[in-house]
């Protein structure tokens, strides 16, 4: 099998097989998201929301409540709470592992509180607090994710270089100092951050070389759903790029990614499965 060797992803409740590519369902509670905010902004929307991702075979559930688009800027902390802590109630119960897309640690755990199994930060557990509520749960699962600069101004001065290697250096880093916390290495995936104070080629420099970053030796998450790079290589407005965005997800998939997190659930699944039919007859690499 051309596929990584199978391996387990430790959360709260389940440990996640990742021997087959997992499709995480994003559930934006905010008025304010890039692509689809205000559509899931209550809790009920959103717990419908969930519902529905479910049937159309996300594996993962990813509620955010702060939008971290370009230019976004910060919101407090009551507010998030408010947005996300009812959905994150209703969600643990429907059977399948939820992640809390955050970096404050307050809402981490909030959410470790009621249930939540996995943490999903885009500043990596870089701010006040947030490792130590990751370290002291004992099983959460955690996604780090690569970001150059902060939301409100990152794309206004993005990477410089070759953003291959300094995305390696940082997402190995992160995982070591957190295992020097005492976090088990199987709770630990990390995520390129594509997006995240990167130029449209350095985006694309990450998906054609997204094997070297395997070097970090723990899953990769890939997250390109209607990222601004695919609007720029295609032309498409973001409610157009579920095609670019399929797309890209597969690719990710093909240059090694176990988790992909989109918002087109279905259409997602549905193309994975054409490339697992694919992955299942590849002749076995026999060792020389």
């Given at each position: 099998?051309?596929?990584?060797?199978?391996?387990?992803?430790?959360?709260?409740?389940?440990?996640?097989?990742?021997?087959?590519?997992?499709?995480?369902?994003?559930?934006?509670?905010?008025?304010?998201?890039?692509?689809?905010?205000?559509?899931?902004?209550?809790?009920?929307?959103?717990?419908?929301?969930?519902?529905?991702?479910?049937?159309?075979?996300?594996?993962?559930?990813?509620?955010?409540?702060?939008?971290?688009?370009?230019?976004?800027?910060?919101?407090?902390?009551?507010?998030?709470?408010?947005?996300?802590?009812?959905?994150?109630?209703?969600?643990?119960?429907l059977g399948v592992p939820v992640s809390v897309d955050t970096y404050k640690s307050a809402v981490m755990q909030a959410a470790l509180d009621l249930g939540a199994d996995i943490v999903n930060d885009i500043w990596a557990l870089r701010q006040s607090g947030a490792a130590d509520v990751v370290a002291q749960h004992g099983s959460c699962g955690v996604c780090l994710m690569h970001m150059h600069g902060e939301p409100a101004t990152m794309q206004l001065h993005p990477m410089q270089a070759d953003a291959v290697p300094q995305v390696l250096h940082f997402l190995q880093q992160s995982?070591?100092?957190?295992?020097?916390?005492?976090?088990?290495?199987?709770?630990?995936?990390?995520?390129?951050?594509?997006?995240?104070?990167?130029?449209?080629?350095?985006?694309?420099?990450?998906?054609?070389?997204?094997?070297?970053?395997?070097?970090?030796?723990?899953?990769?998450?890939?997250?390109?759903?209607?990222?601004?790079?695919?609007?720029?290589?295609?032309?498409?407005?973001?409610?157009?790029?579920?095609?670019?965005?399929?797309?890209?997800?597969?690719?990710?998939?093909?240059?090694?990614?176990?988790?992909?997190?989109?918002?087109?659930?279905?259409?997602?699944?549905?193309?994975?499965?054409?490339?697992?039919?694919?992955?299942?007859?590849?002749?076995?690499?026999?060792?020389?």
């Open positions: 099998m051309h596929s990584a060797p199978s391996t387990f992803w430790q959360t709260s409740r389940f440990a996640i097989d990742l021997a087959q590519p997992q499709v995480m369902g994003i559930v934006n509670v905010t008025p304010d998201s890039f692509s689809d905010g205000g559509q899931h902004a209550g809790p009920h929307a959103a717990l419908r929301h969930c519902e529905q991702l479910l049937r159309d075979g996300a594996h993962i559930l990813d509620i955010g409540g702060e939008s971290t688009r370009p230019g976004s800027p910060p919101l407090p902390l009551q507010e998030e709470l408010a947005r996300v802590l009812p959905v994150l109630r209703e969600g643990v119960r995982a070591l100092d957190l295992q020097g916390l005492g976090v088990d290495s199987a709770r630990i995936v990390l995520d390129p951050g594509i997006g995240f104070g990167k130029t449209v080629e350095q985006n694309f420099a990450l998906l054609a070389r997204q094997r070297e970053l395997l070097a970090a030796g723990r899953p990769l998450l890939a997250g390109w759903s209607r990222k601004s790079s695919l609007g720029a290589v295609s032309g498409l407005d973001v409610g157009q790029r579920l095609l670019p965005s399929v797309a890209a997800a597969l690719l990710a998939v093909e240059q090694g990614a176990r988790i992909v997190r989109v918002h087109d659930v279905r259409e997602t699944v549905a193309a994975l499965a054409v490339w697992q039919a694919m992955d299942a007859q590849r002749p076995v690499a026999t060792a020389h």
